[in-house]
DNA sequence: AAAAATAATGCAAACGATTGCTGCAAACGA
DNA sequence: TCGTTTGCAGCAATCGTTTGCATTATTTTT
């Protein structure tokens, strides 16, 4: 029951082919195609002697042939400008097991400081992906024309583009925003303020939109925002000084992620000597790792990220086989995550017990 | 002088190739692909015809050809096991810019919770890059066989396999506990302990050697080890327990790595209500972003990474014009910050005034 | 037992480039 | 003037697959 004629295995140079599993085993190349082809017309008998023999000789067909005859790479390539906020570390290991797992390979494009991810667009096409992934918080519109003439689909993944009708996945961020504002107020805090990311990013705006709707639909009309210009714990940091010199102070700050909010705090303890949540309450958006450190225990939205990716691994795999799907657009509600970065509730209320309106 | 035939622009379907520009421009396929090659021997104008229309077409030649062709890829697969610690986000991002800006492009593969890098290595070589680094503590020597059958190149960083002569770049570990002992004993330090990570991590092996021994040295013969078994904030954190039940207490605490050193400091502080640096010095080695914030103000010893970056791009450069680089390892000095979480020099003295041996 | 249907395999044409070799002008040297 | 060199471009083989169609072997139907 050998499938290996004697002799042959240690033949000399050259990578071994299917040409060479063809002649070894006395059968077509076809046929050694069509044993690795899930869904080819085939003896079982015959797959399976050339999938020992192929083991055997450790042969997998050359994926660049693959791509060559099928014009598909399962390849996706991912665009990332911030990989110094730890949201995008954890998202991006999530996408790439959730992507191995269905059979995709990954490219990865950093942004450099002082570059857009338009800029790095075109490098990442080359390679002729099927899908981009961009997970960054600005894009221009015409990325999708750019992505477009050269074959390959866009998804924004934690952004989403007004103007253009590419795919996007994204979390509930006015939802997040209301929740945080429902939150201080049943806490107790009157003079709410916000401090933003980059300031054209989808995120800053609808967390602020969610943020501030709800603030004035529950009676407080003046809410204070305080530029961030990016997301990062240095742009919490220098904005907290500024929102705290400014009178009277804000008892509660509701930063536009996660990272921003820990510069923040940390600006509040050394700055101004000010306590959190006693005199101050934070939260941020994102739920990273680091926020559940002891040190941090900050309060809260957590992005639903294995939804969030569960959603974009779908999206690819539908519009993947035609199946162009409908749904363009996907948008999850996240939890709001109650630490000790603010204050506690008067008493053993939940706030997910409280009416959405009172 | 418009290289463009009337009419011929917006013919339908089919992606654009060579075959295509060279029947517009009435050149044959061998002339389109030399336009592209640097060093083929073309007429000046005739090239610039040529990729100025191409430009105009947006046609790019197809990778998958020129890998099938020319056998090269010029992809370079990285497996990266631990994107929770954020020294390999910030090496990552590091090395995606380095390598795309010598040309090359990055395909990432992370590895899931329970498998390890020797699990996944089958995998980043289906795609046949010409190099895989492998940015993981713990791989087993079976892999540089694993890869040399498919024709991959491993480089290993931040790791060294002491029983096989794979290339690895790393920084000098033992030189950094050296220089993190000194820093503990100048500052006036008697009780020292050491919380390691990963058992057999070549890190964690070398950061202890290099400490101990400058323990000896120096006169302090018994050292404290405690074992964190891991890389991370939690594993810093429940060793750091451990190490202070133990009496008695070690009065500086060398982590193996910057995010150990936080999770320890952690401890120190709510658990034991211990103060930093007046009750316990912390040290940690890896110099990440966040040992700089002022809330944990760090004292480590700096990886140096942009030097290892480099040596890596050069390695892989040199490697693969074939001038097979004598130099198969690379290992690189970094140096010592001092912050706040290790107790002041006595007076105006500062480490690197000292003798080596006192 | 012959005809028809079915199952398994082989043939050969793609996919889109690279590159050694050959051919042809024009330029050069004597 | 003729032979030789040089510069440029084209021919055709090649890389390693996939897949529609033709072909053969096997089974089922009548």
Redesign the pocket.
Known sequence: MDPKPAGKTDRPG??????R??EDL?????????A??KD????????SRILDYADQLG????P???S????KSRIVGIIVSHLENPFYPEALRGLSEALREAGWHLMLFTVPFGKTPDDILPLAISYQPEFVIVMAVTVSSRAQEVAERAGTKLIYFNRRDPDSSTFYVICDNAHGGGMIADHFIDTGCRRLAYIAGFQNASTTLDRWRGFRDRCIERGLSDVWREEGYSFSYEAGYSAAMRLMNRRPRPDAVFCASDIIALGCIEALRTEFGLRVPEDVSVAGLDNIEMAAWPSHSLTTYSQPLDRMIEATVRLIEEISIGAESEKVAWQIKGDIIVRKSTRPLPDGKDTATLPDKP
Not at 26 to 34: A, E, G
Not at 59 to 62: F, H, I, K, T, V
Not at 68 to 71: E, K, M, R, S, Y
């Open positions: 050259k990578r071994i082919n299917a040409k599993l063809a006395d059968v077509s190349i076809s046929t050694i195609s069509r690795f082809n080819a017309v085939i003896a079982q008998e015959t797959r042969y997998r067909p050359n660049y042939a693959q060559l005859i099928t014009q």
